[in-house]
């Protein structure tokens, strides 16, 4: 039995009862709530809750003038309400400190007056989407900061009456649901939240609803009840996983069917508050717990009936920095899923570690049949691609969408790709019609088209590629005709043909790649079957692979990055398992985690590879 909390106590024994200390609702995050209508009228209360412990809303401070339908999200400090309607639509911003109750602060700005309009943010930005009248308008602004709305770029469509919450990791921002051209409408789209640019397609809700809510954890968006024109609203919970575009699936109910409500969630709670149940203004609160699927529960209540409110919540995943750049990082970028459908997610790892992945931005294009990368300390550059002859880089230390390098002589797939630190070399690859013997090289500091180096020893597809600081080593993987085991070798510096290497313990297709500055390792892929071999070389000098050990599981398909000392293998065939060998040794691979979502033929880079110095 845990002794009396009065009094003193020792050091063990506020140790071992540490569950039972007392909770500081001051160091909980904190949702708010703001404005709407009750039975009668449009108000500018805002409400406050905290999501980690259930119970009825309490006053925390008021809007500087009654408001409905406006867009609320902002950082882990500051609470941001934008746009929405008083006795006209208005253009307002204006914003509260979590931690200090009290009225609100003008901080600028939207662009134009709108009310029905959805938003998203990570700790840095926050975004306006949409809109009525309708608009395909998207507008962010600098959190910390205050002033106007800039243009962001533009949704796929003219939006209204979308989500109300924030759907969104760090990285990617979601719009779903609304009214598209007077109807309702199923679509879900996605942004880049650190670079400006237009919005693409994500995929459907399970139904076309609008005036829905929205909540996300790091991994997955909720898209909450809402409008299908039946009269009675919706119960429907559907959910997405953030890194994969596609489809919702089902998560769950509502206790009734609802519409014109609003949600927030903290890192693990979708919290959806009042709206309209069944045609009746409600002010009920219910939550769900966001890493599982199931009904609604029970959360509290507002202090009245509310609809057309907006909320958003201090730990909101996509407002935490605990997702901080790694010093060995992988970046893993496009593929394609095993029901089809390519991607534009680029996820990073921290190489040094186990299981620490998340999201660092996309592609340009939705775009897979890639392998490998080229990769200096601070830039990472993904060339080829089914069927296309782009080249595209991103910067390690930057989070965001990638920006355009160049091209290929001409559109190929399944390139592989490595370098040292100043110079990428791509070589052989498909271009949809034959295999390609090509070598070509890029300047990874400076933007531009390839240069021919020279070519292979053979036509090669489905082959990956490694290096030294001096030294790319390429398995040829498939020639014009079959898998072979061929090893060709290339001294970066220079330019001209392959030399021979040696070859493989076995004629092997769709590996992966991983090297040190003296070994390199060649891991998976098809060798008959699907295999889970693992092989290494000694880059400075030529002969035949030597068995290194196992991975945990046979793949093909698959894409490595490394650093100095470690070898990681991520993604298919089955699963998006990732493992990891040390460089050094010899030995089977260990588990290393997860990827977010199972693809295939991606691309990959690394700034701390055995390439570089």
């Known amino acids: 039995m845990a002794p009396s909390y009065s009094g003193v106590w020792n050091i063990s024994t506020q140790y071992q009862y540490a569950s039972g200390w007392p909770v500081d609702l001051n160091l909980e995050p904190t949702g708010l709530i703001a404005g709407g209508q009750d039975d009668s009228a449009v108000v500018n209360t805002v409400q406050k809750i905290i999501p980690a412990i259930a119970g009825n809303s309490t006053d925390f401070g008021d809007l500087s003038a009654v408001r409905q339908a406006s867009a609320a999200g902002g950082s882990d400090t500051r609470f941001i309400v934008a746009g929405g309607y008083q006795a006209s639509k208005v253009n307002i911003i ?29 700790n840095t930005r926050f975004i306006t989407m949409g809109g009525a009248t309708a608009t395909n308008t998207i507008e962010y602004v600098t959190i910390a900061s205050t002033g106007n709305a800039s243009d962001f770029g533009d949704l796929t469509a003219t939006l209204e009456e979308g989500h109300v919450g924030v759907i969104s990791n760090a990285v990617r921002g979601i719009l779903a649901g609304g009214k598209k051209g007077g109807s309702r409408a199923n679509v879900i789209e996605y942004i880049t939240i650190p670079s400006t640019g237009n919005a693409s397609d994500f995929g459907d809700m399970t139904s076309s609803r609008n005036l829905l809510a929205g909540a996300s954890s790091s991994t997955r968006g909720l898209q909450i009840a809402g409008d299908t024109g039946s009269g009675t609203g919706s119960n429907v919970i559907d959910y997405i996983t953030l890194a994969s575009a596609g489809n919702a699936t089902d998560f769950g109910d509502t206790s009734g069917n ?21 045609g009746t203004q409600t002010n009920i609160i219910e939550s769900v717990t966001i890493a599982s699927t199931g009904n609604a529960s029970d959360f509290g209540d507002l202090l009245t009936v509310n609809k057309f409110l907006s909320a958003a919540c201090s730990g909101q995943e996509s407002v935490q920095s605990s997702a901080s750049l790694p010093a060995a990082m ?27 992945v998340g999201m660092f931005g996309d592609l340009t294009a939705k775009r897979y ?20 002859d782009i080249m595209e880089y991103v910067t390690f230390s930057t989070k965001g969408k990638a920006t355009d390098f160049g091209n290929l002589s001409g559109n190929r797939y399944v390139v592989a790709g490595s370098s040292n630190s100043t110079r990428g070399l791509f070589s052989g690859g498909n271009n949809g019609s034959s295999v390609q013997d090509i070598v070509e090289y890029i300047t990874i500091a400076s933007a ?33 005709s079959s898998s072979v085991n061929t090893m060709d070798y290339f001294t970066i510096a220079s330019t001209g043909n392959a030399t021979d290497f040696g070859n493989l313990t076995d004629t092997t297709a769709s590996n992966a790649s991983a090297s040190s500055s003296t070994r390199g390792l060649f891991a998976g892929g098809q060798r008959g079957g699907t295999d889970n071999i693992i092989d290494y070389i000694t880059i400075a000098s030529t002969g035949n692979a030597t068995d290194f050990g196992d991975l945990t599981s046979a793949r093909i398909r698959i894409t490595g990055v490394s650093s100095s000392t470690r070898g990681v ?27 977010s979502v199972n693809l295939d033929y991606k691309a990959s880079a690394s700034n701390s590879h055995g390439g570089i110095a």
């Open 569 to 595: 293998f991520g993604g298919r065939t089955g699963n998006a398992v990732v493992d990891y060998v040390t460089i050094a040794s010899a030995g089977n691979a260990t588990d290393w985690g997860d990827l």
């Open 369 to 388: 049949g890639m392998q490998g990368g080229a990769a200096s300390s601070t830039r990472g550059v993904f060339g080829g691609g089914i069927t296309v």
């Open 258 to 278: 609802r519409n014109s409500g609003a949600g927030l969630s903290s890192s693990t709670k979708a919290i959806v508050a009042g709206g309209v149940d069944g």
């Open 330 to 356: 992988g970046l893993f970028a496009g593929g394609e899923p095993s029901a089809g459908g390519s991607q534009t997610t680029i996820e990073f790892i921290d190489i040094a570690t186990t299981g620490s």
């Open 448 to 480: 531009g088209n390839v240069t021919d180096f020279g070519n292979l020893s053979a036509a090669s597809q489905y082959g990956s590629a490694l290096a030294s600081t001096t030294r790319m080593v390429t398995n040829i993987g498939e020639d014009a």
């Open 94 to 122: 204006e914003y509260f400190t979590y931690t200090t109750a009290g009225n609100a602060t003008d901080f600028g700005d939207i662009g134009a007056t709108r009310d029905y309009l959805s938003s998203t943010c990570n």
